[in-house]
């Protein structure tokens, strides 16, 4: 991984500790957006973990710093500096924790990187184990530090959903960037903040109406897979071993989302929402860094827009290969699409046009099944009318400034992706199909592709 001075990461700690903010945005102590499987986990509590193993960083003598993020956004080393780093880069170190969020950082002439610990991943009388730090940890607590010295974390963020959307490759391009190092972090931590808050008002909104204690569920569960995740991380012997446990981490997250009860519809909503509040801010970032940024955001849209049209194709009835292959296709070609800072652009619009160009063949074929070819001009009107509905919602997405501060564009992309789902489910574009001869399946499954295709 690139190094980061020791002066970059303590003067990061040292905003924090400047800042007022609260660091779960509620006044809660515990720094955990809520109530943590029965409250707050206080008392001695051992950490184990280890440099990431391709650091080019010497492995052994490095100091282990804990810190400890207060409900003031105040951090607090909780340390007492006996903790160093063996020959190997492993690790081992008990604090005395108050319930909060903690920072663990590796120090040996210089900061050698740092990584975080959600406190709903931290069991008491049982040892944490912190996910290998290497450039992406790092990055991801500069992020964290950075929206708390901005005031900007809120009750919708979490550190699992913060480490989600930053990818190792977006982190080595950040961190590599020199000058232009300080202008990504807080155009990405705006970026991420907007994107946490849209997907929790969407998800607590009137489409999806989650309760408090349902969200605060699907953040415990969020923070299991997470502290699964690491453990396996920390476990994993070479490079084929850590890609396994990112691929059971996925599905792990995804078990969470469907644990809460979130259809893919609803998930979708969300990640709409959140997806379209994040690309307002990462258009501020240059080169590299704003490439792989575009990349992992449609990567991460396109796993929940995927699983949003193979549920609706699924309404016809019959196979849906080809369904799933042109989404497997979609997500391989737009992860390799920020490799090229000055093509990424067009070549994620070529992967998302291939395709929406599968999904709409696909599903003209089983609309002419369904209704015949004279009744499917019907489909046409509604896939024209829906379109034109999309219009607004189009130009609300493209006024969204990234001078205005995050949780304002989260809250405006909300409103418009609300207003149109409240189109969406009226009862004129599912009539209009019904009449035809779809089922009420087929014809909701219909207008929501149709709202699908619009969004591009």
Not at 83 to 93: F, I, K
Not at 230 to 255: G, I, K, N, P, T
Not at 357 to 377: D, F, K, Q, T, W
Not at 388 to 404: D, F, I, K, P, T
Request: glycine share 8%.
């Amino acid at each position: 991984m690139k190094t980061l001075t020791k002066t970059l990461i303590l003067s990061m700690l040292l905003l924090a500790t400047a800042c007022g903010a609260d660091s779960n945005g509620s006044g809660d102590a515990q720094g955990n957006n809520g109530a943590n499987n029965g409250g707050t986990r206080t008392g001695n509590q051992a950490l184990e973990g280890r440099m990431d193993s391709e650091d080019d960083a010497n492995l052994e003598g490095n100091a282990v710093v804990v810190s400890e993020v207060r409900a003031d956004g105040t951090t607090e080393v909780i340390s007492d500096g006996e903790a160093h780093t063996d020959s190997n880069g492993h690790y081992a170190v008990s604090v005395e924790h108050s319930g909060g969020d903690l920072i663990v950082e590796l120090v040996g002439s210089e900061s050698i990187g740092s990584a975080l610990v959600s406190s709903r991943q931290i069991a008491l009388d049982t040892t944490t184990t912190v996910a290998p730090i290497s450039a992406e940890t790092t990055v991801e607590t500069m992020l964290f530090l950075e929206a708390h010295a901005d005031g900007t974390w809120n009750d919708n963020c979490t550190i699992e959903s913060l480490r989600g959307l930053v990818s190792g490759e977006f982190a080595i391009d950040v961190l590599s960037s020199g000058s232009e190092m300080q202008g990504s972090i807080d155009a990405y931590a705006d970026a991420a903040v907007g994107a946490m808050t849209a997907e929790g008002q969407t998800l607590e909104g009137e489409f999806v109406g989650m309760t408090s204690a349902e969200m605060d569920a699907l953040f415990d569960a969020r923070a299991q897979a997470q502290a699964e995740f690491d453990a396996s991380l920390h476990a994993a012997a070479d490079a084929e071993a850590a890609a396994e446990a990112a691929e059971q981490h996925a599905e792990d997250s995804r078990d969470a989302a469907i644990q809460a009860g979130l259809s893919a519809e609803e998930a979708g909503l969300a990640a709409e929402a959140a997806a379209w509040t994040s690309f307002t801010y990462v258009a501020e970032l240059e080169g590299e860094a704003r490439a792989q940024a575009m990349s992992d955001t449609n990567m991460t849209l396109a796993s929940h827009t995927t699983a949003e049209v193979e549920a609706h194709f699924m309404a016809f009835g019959g196979e849906i290969d080809a369904i799933v292959e042109a989404g497997a296709q979609l997500e391989a070609e737009l992860a390799t699409a920020g490799q090229d800072a000055d093509d990424a652009g067009d070549e994620i619009d070529a992967a998302w046009a291939h395709y929406e160009a599968i999904v709409e063949a696909e599903l003209e074929a089983r609309l002419e099944e369904s209704l015949g070819l004279a009744s499917v001009l019907v489909a046409t009107e509604v896939q024209a009318a829906i379109l034109a509905s999309s219009q607004a919602l189009s130009a609300a997405l493209l006024a969204l400034e990234a001078g205005a501060d995050a949780a304002t564009s989260a809250s405006a992309a909300v409103d418009a992706f609300g207003d149109f789902q409240g189109q969406l489910q009226g009862d004129a574009f599912v009539s209009s199909l019904t009449a035809a001869g779809m089922s009420d399946g087929e014809a909701q499954a219909t207008v929501e592709l149709f709202a699908l295709l619009s969004l591009r």
